[in-house]
């Protein structure tokens, strides 16, 4: 059965850092796209940062130089290093794979950057 749990969303002040992680159960995270999404009150879902099944990743342009994305094949997990956190950077953020033709999301976690 596949999972994806995130963690690590908190309340940050503007310019500080977070670090999320989606661990997964069911599949292999070495084998498949993983990307995270997030959701800010109001707004339309958008791509944050994925990293493809053979490691190369992509971002999205309102977080370029800012966010990385990892991937630990060992622990299962696909981590998102956010530095230089803005205020437009509040949002809930999901983890989402694609298998065997199947959408799976994690039940997100908030992430809240305020003064």
């Known amino acids: 059965q596949v999972q994806l749990v995130e963690s690590g969303g908190d309340f940050v002040q503007p310019g500080g850092s977070l670090r999320l992680s989606c661990n997964a159960s069911?599949?292999?995270?070495?084998?498949?796209?993983m990307n995270w999404y997030r959701q800010a009150p109001g707004k339309a879902l958008e791509l944050v940062a994925g990293?493809?099944?053979?490691?190369?990743?992509y971002y999205g342009d309102s977080v370029k130089g800012r966010f990385s994305i990892s991937r630990d094949n060992t622990a299962n997990t696909v981590s998102l290093q956010m530095n230089t956190l803005k205020p437009d950077d509040t949002a809930v953020y999901y983890c989402k794979t694609l298998v065997s033709n199947q959408e799976y999301w994690g039940q997100g976690t908030q992430v809240t950057v305020s003064s």
């Open positions: 069911g599949f292999k995270v070495s084998g498949y796209s």
């Open positions: 990293i493809t099944k053979t490691g190369g990743p």
